[in-house]
C-alpha cells in the first residue's frame, strides 16, 4: 500500500498482464495545483448548495438549541434542553462542536447562517486530509488527486456532511481523515512524532461525535493489521485509545454523573447498533438509491474498484469497506474507503476494459478521455445532487424550513402563550423550539439518550401524526398517542417526513374548519396553525 513515484506506471498485476501497460494520464496538475484543483471541485459543489438552499438542508434546530443553553449558561454543561417533548431531553451528547456554536452565537453570528456556512467550510476543506490519506493507500499521488476529487462530490458523503447537521458531522469528519491519515503513517513508521497527534485527535473525535468516535477506532484496528501487527503497533494503538479516552474521561464523567452511565449505551440502542446481518448488510448498501439514483455510478466504479484490489491480492481497501458496513449503520462511514476503491475503479480499470472492447487499435477515444468524461460526470452529479435536484419524485437535500415557516414560527413566537404546547406535522418540527421558545411533545431528536423504547415511540408517533391528511386521522392519532395539545402546526402543499416528501392535500385544511375540536389562529400559504379546542387544556 505505499506510496509510488508519480511518474511511474504501476498498474500492474491483471492489467499489466492481460490487457499491457496504459500510463495514468494527469488529470491533475502536480503538487500545489492538484490540491487547488481539488478545493476549486469542493468550492464549486458547495456553492450550488448555497444557492440553492437559502435555507439549509434537513434541520439543526436541536443542535442550536443546546449551543444556545450553553451560550446563556456561561458556557456551564447543561442537564437537560428543554422544548424537545415536555420534559425536555437529556443533554448526553459529545460537547466539543456545540461549544463552538455556542461562541459564535456569542459573537452575533445568525443562528440560521451557521448551519449553512459551518458545514460549507467542513466540506471544503475535508477533501485535503483526504488527499493526503488516499496518497499512502493508492499506487500515486495523481491518483489521490481524482479519489479527493471525488470524495468531494460523493451523495452520501455531502447529504452528512454539508447540510445543517453538518454543523456537528463536518467537523468531526475533518478530525475522523485527519486522524486516518496519522494513523497510516502511526502504524507504518511509530514513533512520537505520529503517536501524539493520534491520541490528541482521537480524543478530540469522541468529544465531538460518537459514530465517527467509532469508526475511528475501528479503523485503527484494520489499520494496525494491515500496517503493522507487532508488539510496537499494538503498545501504539493501545496508547491511543487509553489516551484518547482520557481526553474524553470528564465528559463522560459528566454525563454519568447527570444522568448515570446508562445514558451513554442508551443511544447506541436507536440508531442501528454495531453488527449487521445479510439483509440489513444490503439494505445499508441500498440506502442511497433512496435519495439519489446518481450513486449507481459510484456503485459500478466501487465493483470495478473491488475486483481490481482483490484480483490484485490487496484485500486491505475491500475489507474495510466490508467491515465499514458491517458495523456502521450509515454507509456514510463505509464511503471512505469506499471512494478508493471507486477510483481505482475509474484511473485503472475502466481504461482497460475499453481497451480491451476497442481491439488492438486503441479505438477513437483515448483512454485520457474517457476517464476525464466519467470524472467530470460524477463532479456534475454530485452537483446537482448538492443542488437539490429532485430525483425519482424526491428531493435529495430538502431544507425542512422555509419563508412561510420561518413567518409562522415567528407568529407562534409573538402571539401565543410561552407555556403553550405544540404538536407539529412534518419535519419543521427538528427547528420548532428553537425558532419559537416553545414546546413540542412530539418528536424524536435527542429522544435517543432517554431510552430506546422512548426513542421508538416518539418517532412512531411523530410519523403517525405527520402522515395524517383529515382533521379525524389527526383527532384518532392524538388520541391513541395520549397526546394533549394546545396547538397544532401543519404544513400546507409539499412537505417532508423524515426526508421522504409529503403532499398535503386541500381537504385538511376543510376538515379543519369543519371540525369543532379546532379552529384556526393562524395561516399563510405554507403553514396553517390550529387552536385544539375539545379535549384540550
Known sequence: MSNTDENTDDSSGWFERGLGKTRLPVLLFAGRRRLASVLAVAVFVTSAYLLTHPYPAFGAGLFLEIAETIAERNYAFPKHISGYTRDGVPFAYPPLAFYLIAVLLDIGVDPLVIPRALPTVATILAPIPYYYMARELLPSPTRAGVAAIIAAVTPVLLEWHLSAGGIVRGPAFLLLLCGLYVGIRLFREGGRRWLLPACALFGLTVLTHPTYAVFFGVSYVLLFAAESRSLVGLRDGATVAGAGLAIALPWIALVASNHGIGVLTSAAGTHGGLGAGPALFVQ?????????????????????????????????????????????????????????????????????????????????????????????????????????????????????????????????QSETPSDAEFVVLGDAAEW???LTERTMLVGPWGVEWKTPAKYRHQMDAYTDLSACHTAGCLTNELRSKGVRPTYVYVPKGTYTVRGATFDQPERMRRSLERSERYRIAYENEGVLIVRVLADGR
Open 432 to 434: 420548532f423550539p428553537y
Open 284 to 412: 445499508r448498501l441500498e440506502d442511497p438509491l433512496s435519495t439519489s439514483v446518481f450513486i449507481v455510478v459510484w456503485y459500478l466504479l466501487l465493483a470495478l474498484g473491488i475486483y481490481y484490489f482483490v484480483s490484485e491480492r490487496r484485500p486491505f481497501l475491500p475489507i474495510w469497506f466490508g467491515a465499514a458496513v458491517f458495523l456502521m449503520d450509515e454507509i456514510r462511514f463505509a464511503f471512505v474507503p469506499g471512494v478508493l476503491l471507486v477510483t481505482m475503479g475509474l484511473t485503472d480499470v475502466v481504461p482497460a476494459i475499453q481497451s480491451r472492447l476497442s481491439g488492438s487499435d486503441g479505438g477513437a477515444v483515448s483512454p485520457t478521455a474517457v476517464r476525464a468524461f466519467v470524472l467530470g460526470l460524477l463532479v456534475v452529479f454530485g452537483t446537482l445532487f448538492a443542488a437539490g435536484l429532485p430525483v425519482a419524485g424526491q428531493t435529495p437535500m430538502p431544507a425542512f424550513i422555509d419563508q412561510d415557516d420561518t413567518e409562522a414560527m415567528e407568529w407562534v
